[in-house]
């Protein structure tokens, strides 16, 4: 029978957790708290608290959504950029880049960056970084060749000032 | 503080039907005419600052203080400033599109914060698209306890899904049924319809609004409002709080569908709204001929011409 959404198998769940943990320093103690669900390769996070006592239909063809998707392709590791946004600066430990005003309007106009123009960041590899501004998270970043950072938007806005 | 704008005020020129006419004559009596003239300006932009992503509000209002935009704090509703400046495209800046404000009308603020969802509660936004009010719940909560948001057009509910991503919310899950007959696992203990409605009360927005507006639409909606609220009464555990709500003036579609589920359960109460908001109005107990259940002076009716706000009306309900 279809079922759109399922809780993601504890393995992969394990998977993400140390993931997200061994690249940007993300305590795994902070999804004690959410349940993993995943749709296709999307990936999402719903508040634990109820989703038991409620017994959540997930074979309800009318059920369009559960929580928050952080990974878009978990496959992958693709990160979802909007998702991200709910960490707080102070957890993130490494991987990410921090952006002046400027900077952050080329982001969300999907232009390339250059990582050396970048006063303030920690980056130990290629691949997803989380993007900072004014001490918030507004997304994330594709570092290529250790040298040009591409924005990992969902969406794009020319007019951002 | 909030009735005084320091704005010019713009004059727009507002089409209301002969027959609405008559009709608000008879509601506002003597006031008819400072309500018309109310109609026609502006209400003032609103923001209000998203607590699940920014703890630090200080940061939204340092930007917006940069760009000499003034403000003042709103009375009663969390983090939600009104923007005295004229301003454009304030959607546009980083702090907006990083989803830490968003731009709201006021009045529809506020029957979540009747509603007074805490962490601990599993709430229903039985018509919730496209979000606006489903977010402020999540934040009121803390991103805790359970939202299930519904709502019955699908195109609707992406706008939906991707509001409630932006704002970083975790607790929701969304729904695509009709209210009508919508089911769910569970009771809830707090639930908001948001009713569909003949739009009456957002005229001083879109000055045209009423150019298509009938009776006959007024009483559609209102059959389909009786529907509604019945079946989410019959969703509600006992002493749990139902708030309904619309942003229509047409008591067929405020008081007398609350009337409708006096008379068809018995289990259900009127409560009364505390609220320090100046200028609010008590819901009718009459109208025309008609008669009303005397508790109806506890739901609340706002006046564009009284409060500076959109036009909403606001019932608190119980289960006994």
């Not at chain 2, 769910?184 to 009713?195: M, S």
């Given at each position: 029978?279809?079922?759109?959404?399922?809780?993601?198998?504890?393995?992969?769940?394990?998977?993400?957790?140390?993931?997200?943990?061994?690249?940007?320093?993300?305590?795994?103690?902070?999804?004690?708290?959410?349940?993993?669900?995943?749709?296709?390769n999307?990936?999402?996070?719903?508040?634990?608290?109820?989703?038991?006592?409620?017994?959540?239909?997930?074979?309800?063809?009318?059920?369009?959504?559960?929580?928050?998707?952080?990974?878009?392709?978990?496959?992958?590791?693709?990160?979802?950029?909007?998702?991200?946004?709910?960490?707080?600066?102070?957890?993130?430990?490494q991987?990410?880049?921090?952006?002046?005003?400027?900077?952050?309007?080329?982001?969300?106009?999907?232009?390339?960056?250059?990582?050396?123009?970048?006063?303030?960041?920690?980056?130990?590899?290629?691949?997803?970084?989380?993007?900072?501004?004014?001490?918030?998270?507004?997304?994330?970043?594709?570092?290529?060749?250790?040298?040009?950072?591409?924005?990992?938007?969902?969406?794009?806005?020319?007019?951002?000032? | 503080?909030?009735?005084?704008?320091?704005?010019?005020i713009?004059?727009?020129?507002?089409?209301?039907?002969?027959?609405?006419?008559?009709?608000?004559?008879?509601?506002?009596?003597?006031?008819?005419?400072?309500?018309?003239?109310?109609?026609?300006?502006r209400?003032?932009?609103?923001?209000?600052?998203?607590?699940?992503?920014?703890?630090?509000?200080?940061?939204?209002?340092?930007?917006?203080?940069?760009?000499?935009?003034?403000?003042?704090?709103?009375?009663?509703?969390?983090?939600?400033?009104?923007?005295?400046?004229?301003?454009?495209?304030?959607?546009?800046?980083?702090?907006?599109?990083?989803?830490?404000?968003?731009?709201?009308?006021?009045?529809?603020?506020?029957?979540?914060?009747?509603?007074?969802?805490?962490?601990?509660?599993?709430?229903?936004?039985?018509?919730?698209?496209?979000?606006?009010?489903?977010?402020?719940?999540?934040?009121?909560?803390?991103?805790?306890?359970?939202?299930?948001?519904?709502?019955?057009?699908?195109?609707?509910?992406?706008?939906?899904?991707?509001?409630?991503?932006?704002?970083?919310?975790?607790?929701?899950?969304?729904?695509?049924?009709?209210?009508?007959n919508?089911?769910?696992?569970?009771?809830?203990?707090?639930?908001?319809?948001?009713?569909?409605?003949?739009?009456e009360?957002?005229?001083?927005?879109?000055?045209?609004?009423?150019?298509?507006?009938?009776?006959?639409?007024?009483?559609?909606?209102?059959?389909?409002?009786?529907k509604?609220?019945?079946?989410?009464?019959?969703?509600?555990?006992?002493?749990g709080?139902?708030?309904?709500?619309?942003c229509?003036?047409?008591?067929?579609?405020?008081?007398?569908?609350?009337?409708?589920?006096?008379?068809?359960?018995?289990s259900?109460?009127?409560?009364?709204?505390?609220?320090?908001?100046?200028?609010?109005?008590?819901?009718?107990?009459?109208?025309?001929?008609?008669?009303?259940?005397?508790?109806?002076?506890?739901?609340?009716?706002?006046?564009?011409?009284?409060?500076?706000?959109?036009?909403?009306?606001?019932?608190?309900?119980?289960?006994?």
């Open positions: 029978m279809f079922q759109k959404f399922q809780v993601l198998e504890n393995k992969i769940k394990d998977k993400l957790i140390s993931h997200l943990f061994s690249r940007y320093g993300i305590d795994k103690q902070y999804f004690k708290d959410y349940e993993f669900y995943k749709h296709e999307s990936v999402y996070l719903l508040s634990k608290k109820y989703c038991k006592a409620v017994n959540i239909n997930l074979k309800d063809k009318q059920l369009f959504n559960v929580g928050l998707e952080i990974f878009a392709d978990y496959k992958k590791y693709l990160p979802s950029s909007i998702g991200f946004e709910i960490f707080k600066t102070k957890q993130i430990k991987n990410f880049v921090v952006l002046d005003r400027g900077q952050a309007i080329s982001y969300f106009q999907n232009k390339e960056l250059e990582v050396n123009k970048i006063k303030e960041k920690n980056i130990l590899s290629d691949g997803y970084l989380i993007v900072i501004y004014n001490n918030y998270i507004i997304g994330t970043i594709e570092l290529k060749n250790k040298s040009t950072l591409f924005p990992n938007l969902s969406f794009v806005n020319y007019d951002v000032k | 503080m909030y009735k005084n704008s320091k704005l010019d713009e004059k727009n020129e507002v089409f209301i039907p002969e027959k609405l006419k008559d009709k608000y004559k008879i509601i506002f009596g003597n006031s008819y005419d400072e309500f018309i003239e109310s109609c026609k300006t209400p003032k932009k609103a923001i209000r600052i998203n607590k699940i992503k920014c703890v630090d509000s200080s940061l939204v209002l340092e930007y917006l203080k940069s760009q000499n935009i003034e403000f003042t704090k709103f009375p009663i509703l969390e983090e939600t400033y009104l923007i005295e400046s004229n301003v454009s495209a304030i959607g546009n800046t980083i702090e907006h599109l990083a989803g830490l404000f968003s731009i709201q009308e006021i009045s529809s603020l506020i029957p979540a914060h009747v509603l007074d969802p805490k962490e601990d509660d599993i709430v229903l936004d039985l018509t919730a698209a496209p979000g606006n009010k489903t977010i402020y719940l999540a934040q009121l909560m803390n991103n805790k306890g359970l939202i299930v948001a519904n709502d019955v057009d699908k195109d609707r509910i992406k706008t939906l899904i991707y509001n409630l991503k932006k704002q970083g919310v975790t607790n929701t899950i969304v729904t695509n049924k009709n209210g009508i919508f089911n769910f696992n569970c009771k809830f203990n707090k639930i908001l319809l948001d009713a569909p409605c003949s739009c009360g957002i005229i001083r927005r879109k000055n045209d609004i009423l150019k298509t507006w009938n009776e006959n639409e007024v009483l559609g909606k209102a059959i389909l409002q009786k509604l609220i019945i079946n989410a009464f019959n969703l509600l555990e006992t002493s709080q139902l708030v309904y709500s619309t229509t003036i047409s008591p067929e579609e405020n008081e007398e569908v609350i009337m409708h589920l006096l008379e068809n359960e018995p259900a109460s009127i409560e009364k709204i505390n609220l320090k908001l100046e200028g609010l109005s008590n819901g009718l107990t009459n109208y025309k001929n008609k008669n009303y259940n005397s508790s109806l002076k506890n739901a609340i009716r706002i006046f564009p011409h009284k409060t500076n706000l959109e036009a909403f009306f606001i019932c608190k309900i119980k289960k006994n």
